[in-house]
């Protein structure tokens, strides 16, 4: 019961919601000229990139920025359901989406070098995919 509920409520829906914006912002890097060391947190400190994207890439990060609040959410209301170990990934995640959000609204300046540090963080995946797969004994 206790594992379901972890699944239901917490493990379900953040790995929904990542898994889903995961792939859009996949498409979104296919996109680039040079996808392999593109990274949006790095892109949306330069004014210009953004404004040369098509009207639906920019909708596209516009709603890869918002997912953070959407995670955020899920975190909150079920962050009891959350084993220990796992925290740090997801406070880790939930600093980055915050980052995200602010540097697409221009809130973080110009300087893009103190907020590099918040790229998100790969390893995240594979840790909510053990823990919604762990067993309580």
Request: aromatic share 10%; hydrophobic share 35%.
């Amino acid at each position: 019961e206790y594992l379901q509920e972890k699944l239901d409520n917490f493990f379900g829906p953040f790995i929904m919601i990542s898994n889903s914006n995961h792939l859009i912002a996949q498409d979104l890097r296919a996109r680039q000229p040079n996808p392999t060391e593109y990274r949006l947190l790095e892109k949306l400190f330069d004014e210009s990139w953004l404004g040369s994207l098509s009207e639906g890439d920019q909708a596209l990060v516009k709603d890869i920025c918002k997912t953070g609040k959407r995670l955020h959410a899920v975190v909150e209301a079920h962050s009891g359901l959350v084993d220990p170990e796992i925290l740090p990934y997801i406070s880790r995640a939930m600093a980055h989406f915050k980052i995200l959000n602010l540097a697409y609204k221009r809130k973080l300046g110009t300087d893009k070098q103190p907020f590099l540090r918040y790229v998100y963080p790969q390893n995240l995946d594979p840790v909510t995919q053990a823990g919604a797969h762990q067993s309580p004994w």
